[in-house]
């Protein structure tokens, strides 16, 4: 149930809509990180002591308001754990960019990042969806962040066993908290208050507001008493007051001469401004807040001694020290008890290229990049190292020497071919057999380009396709019907253009193995298109696993008497994992189409023979392993059965995520 629902049973004088409609009209009127944080907190209501300091104190308000302004310069991004690569599409995405009805995403870590600051921990509850309680999707349906003061571990030994939400006595379990802390000395399970150490000074510093309030009540006029010796009954105290400050009391009477009479006198009153070192507090008290979360002055608009050049140094040190920090503690929660229990083979990130604080350091890193090519880095190696902020580039790997920009893997390759003894037989051999492991990096990449476009843009079709297919179940029920026909087109239109592009990757590289172009453009095109219409149609065969897999779901749920909306669960589960064998199906597809396009321009070509090339690593596949170096007829298929690596019309274990290629063989 979610967090908002129980509220509603909670509050018995409010419906559960009302609630709904004060949270959302709460949400509207306020602002971004205020309403939210804000909502975290009791209210207070009292003067006398400071037991909300972000509502009491200044200093701490405009100190954690800082940070939580500050926070959504850094992006939050997912890419895959191994290969570095972006990820666009995903669930878990989704999740993040709404993590429950009243949150985006800036304002739900501008929340999260905030309570850290301020209590020196952080709570999120893990909602559960539809998905975990079955046990098929680990994926929580919301995250809630809460004030960690109103939780209370139940612990045994070392181990947390439940968490006691005060505010409605609920119990959650370990697994669906996440629950971060700075380091406490004192404490194995809270994290250290940072206002501790200056509760006292706080305290003074509250003391000294209602002092100040009081003196403007009194309209900004010190208090003066007035003594005799006399006998001064009760009656006439109460007039003499009165007729005093109606003469003499506030602004427009200042400076009047005092008459007084029965032998008063006046005597100073407590001690003014002046005398107790108001300001001189208050500046003591600020540099100490701002001390504690390192906030610069030019966060408070206290510029009196910067100028542009110290204002950013200040600002990199605030990032440096006071959010990176705590952005990159909340950073390892994400992953580890929201995005592994996912999908291990992910990973959550913090993107601090648009941190503006750090946009003066870009020329530098430039600068120093420049030099660390020189010394033979890589440019994926300075990107990641310097943190530039660019994507991960396919050929970003290899090294180019200064001379001509040649690949430096190939330009060591490249070097003369020892003369065989006169006496060695010759026989058939590739022509490229001393520079098998750079061919196959020039196949690749082409080929991993292609691949993370194509991803992309399968996954968004199959997201459209679940939104086509919930709003038919809405609509229709569980008898929906979908226009397949049009969802194939719809697959093969979003399809093509890479498939093609692939096909021409294909023709370029066998170009560039052989050194030459083809003396028939037309005739090869011609092939090529005949190609690309096959392997289009070829790809809709997508469509009919994901539609069977449709059609037992529904069966299944309709059987079992569930509801539509258990119903949608299960269509969500499916294209979850459809969009999930996005990378599986690009890759299978472009490898197929790069192949394909080389094996159309080698036979153009007449080249006679073909032989298989592995990537010669641990991922390659046994069966494959055994083919490295193969060498058959151009006519002819592999003892796999495939005409070439990714040929469609081998079984699913010998084309799927294949990363193999093909060399033209020429006899000497």
Known sequence: MRFIDRMAEKVGFISKGSLDKVVEDAVKKSSRFGRFFGAGREFWGGDTEVTKPFDQIPSIYKAIKAIADNVPQADLKFRDKKSKKPIDTDPIIDLFNRPNPYMTESDFIQSWVGFHCLFGESLVVKEESL???????????????????????????????????????????????????????????????PLG?????????????????????????????????????????????????????????????????????????????????????????????????????????????????????????????????????????????IVQPYNPAIEAYFDFSNVVAYQEDFKEKVATGTQLWGLGFTRNEINERLGLGFEPAPWGDVWWAPFGLT??????????????????????????????????KGFARRQDALEAKMS?????????????????????????????????????????????????????????????????????????????????????????????????AVTEGVQAGETNMQLADRIREIYNMAAGRSILIARTETVGAVNGGSSLYYKTEGIQKKEWLTARDANVRETHQHLEGEVVAMSQDFSNGLSYPGDQKGEPEEVCNCRCTILPVVDK
């Open 407 to 440: 690949p430096v893997d190939s330009a060591e390759e490249a070097q003369p071919e020892p003369t065989p003894p006169v006496d060695e037989p010759k026989k058939d051999a590739s022509i490229f057999d001393q520079k098998r492991v750079a061919l196959w």
């Open 197 to 337: 150490s200056i509760e006292k000074i706080i305290d003074i510093d509250w003391k000294s507001l209602i002092y100040n309030k009081a003196f403007f009540d009194n309209d900004a006029t010190p208090g003066l008493m007035l003594s005799t010796e006399e006998e001064l009954g009760a009656d006439v105290v109460k007039r003499i007051q009165a007729q005093f400050e109606a003469k003499y009391k506030g602004a427009r009477n200042a400076h009047r001469v005092a008459i007084l009479e029965a032998g008063l006198k006046p005597q100073p009153g407590p001690p003014t401004h002046q005398d107790m070192e108001f300001i001189a507090q208050k500046q003591f008290t600020r540099e100490e807040i701002l001390g504690i979360w390192r906030v610069p002055k030019v966060m408070f608009n206290i510029t009196d001694d910067l100028n542009y050049a110290t204002a950013m140094a200040q600002m990199k040190i605030f990032w440096a020290y006071g959010i990176m920090p705590v952005m990159k503690k909340i950073q390892a929660s994400i992953n580890l008890y």
């Open 456 to 552: 992309g843009a399968v996954s968004k079709y199959f997201f459209q396709q679940r939104k086509d297919v919930l709003a038919a179940l809405d609509k229709q029920g569980p008898g929906f019907q979908i226009d397949w026909q049009a969802q194939d087109k719809k697959l093969r239109d979003k399809a093509e253009p890479y498939l093609w592009l692939g096909l021409k990757q294909g023709v370029e590289h066998g170009r560039s193995l052989l050194g030459k172009k083809s003396l028939s453009e037309d005739q090869l095109d011609a092939q090529l298109q005949s190609f690309l219409v096959t392997r289009c149609d070829n790809i809709t065969q997508i469509n009919q696993t994901v539609q069977g897999k449709l059609r037992d």
């Open 131 to 193: 998905g975990q309680v079955a046990g098929s999707r680990n994926l929580p349906a919301e995250l809630w962040p809460f004030n960690p003061e109103h939780f209370t571990p139940m612990t045994q030994g070392r181990l947390i066993t439940s968490w006691t939400y005060s505010a409605e006595s609920i119990i959650y379990k370990p697994e669906q908290v996440v629950f971060c802390k700075d380091f406490n000395p004192y404490s194995l399970f809270r994290g250290s208050k």
